[in-house]
């Protein structure tokens, strides 16, 4: 199975899925520009700073953004068909990827939101935003999507 392939669509889901959640004000996720100005300051080795908010804006933070999170997506995608076929687990199982996709929220509750000055879970995350609600269903999306893509692609 391309698993490239897999990360790109449960990548695509993710998005599509959480614009819409976002649209209806049922999530308030982090700003794709701070995420693209803490990629930027950790490529310039500065991995904790106190509040990503209050950094200078850097050329481009979206386009930053965005291409990272397709490498996530991808690099995780083949993480999870690697687990899921040496635990001899069907990746096609809902449940399966589901399961994959809740683990990977230790990723931004334990290093991203933390290291961005935004705390455990992103409990203390800029006002209007719900950083550990919005990273729980956004990367139930993306299991959704490992699911999907793997379905399709079998």
Known sequence: MNGVLVGVLATITMYVLTSILYKL?????????????????????????????????????????????????????LLYLLVSSTLGLSPRS????????????????????????????GSHGPTGTRLFLASLVTNCFYGVGLWLATSMLS
């Open 25 to 77: 004000q049922l999530i308030d996720p982090l700003h794709p520009r701070l995420v693209g100005r803490w990629f930027a300051s950790t490529a310039r080795g500065q991995l904790l700073v106190n509040d990503i908010g209050q950094l200078p804006p850097v050329n481009r933070e979206d386009a930053i953004a965005v291409p990272m999170h397709y490498v996530i997506g991808i690099t995780l995608a």
């Open 94 to 121: 809902p449940s399966v990827a589901l399961g994959f996709a809740l683990c990977t929220n230790v990723f931004p509750w334990f290093m991203m939101f933390p290291a961005m000055g935004y705390g455990w879970f």
